[in-house]
T-cell receptor, first 115, second 113 residues
Framework: AQKVTQAQTEISVVEKEDVTLDCVYETRDTTYYLFWYKQPPSGELVFLIRRNSFDEQNEISGRYSWNFQKSTSSFNFTITASQVVDSAVYFCALSFTSGTYKYIFGTGTRLKVLA | GAGVSQTPSNKVTEKGKYVELRCDPISGHTALYWYRQSLGQGPEFLIYFQGTGAADDSGLPNDRFFAVRPEGSVSTLKIQRTERGDSAVYLC???????????FGPGTRLTVL
């Protein structure tokens, strides 16, 4: 089965706290892509990162960092020193390197950052 | 440059009516995708175009749904005999190639009364 699980439905933090959003995926494919998207209240999905299954290096971009662990099929996303503007729904998605390249999305995690 | 655009942004229709939703992808992007997002859920795949042809329409829920992309650019999602269960946000995405990152439009919110 191809599946993405985001077990955290909603998280609330106070501004400047660090927060980690969990993503666990299932696939039988040996090569695949993983993504994170942000969906602010305006509704448009904003691309954050793409990771190839061959590349297990963690990545940092400003206050954002991603931890990819193939052994546990997880691709977690951490926001350091959260800000009110980080409030949004965050989606993790899985795609493949052949066929249609369609995305399989998780159900999303709603992050609320309180001032 | 311009992103993916979708029109209309909102569409309210009555049960049984026909609707068309339009997607204008990023210029030069050959791959185009339609997804449907119900309240509180992640987007679900509907159909994928590579150029003018529908390479995968396995996500279309039934034969009331149809999509075209006649010139390999703009795409139209068509829904016949709309039902209340069709109410959702319909998202369009494009990518520069078959394995490229997908860039999403703002969506069309469809409400069937």
């Amino acid at each position: 089965a191809q599946k993405v699980t985001q077990a955290q439905t909603e998280i609330s933090v106070v501004e400047k706290e660090d927060v980690t959003l969990d993503c666990v995926y299932e696939t039988r494919d040996t090569t695949y892509y993983l993504f994170w998207y942000k969906q602010p209240p305006s509704g448009e999905l904003v691309f954050l990162i793409r990771r190839n299954s061959f590349d297990e290096q963690n990545e940092i971009s400003g206050r954002y960092s991603w931890n990819f662990q193939k052994s546990t099929s997880s691709f977690n996303f951490t926001i350091t020193a959260s800000q009110v503007v980080d409030s949004a729904v965050y989606f993790c998605a899985l795609s493949f390197t052949s066929g249609t390249y369609k995305y399989i999305f998780g159900t999303g995690t709603r992050l609320k950052v309180l001032a | 440059g311009a992103g993916v655009s979708q029109t209309p942004s909102n569409k309210v229709t009555e049960k049984g009516k026909y609707v068309e939703l339009r997607c204008d992808p990023i210029s030069g992007h050959t791959a185009l995708y339609w997804y449907r997002q119900s309240l509180g859920q992640g987007p679900e795949f509907l159909i994928y175009f590579q150029g003018t042809g529908a390479a995968d329409d396995s996500g279309l829920p039934n034969d009331r749904f149809f999509a075209v992309r006649p010139e390999g650019s703009v795409s139209t999602l068509k829904i016949q005999r709309t039902e209340r269960g069709d109410s959702a946000v319909y998202l369009c995405a494009s990518s520069p190639g078959t394995s490229g990152t997908q860039y999403f439009g703002p969506g069309t919110r469809l409400t069937v009364l």
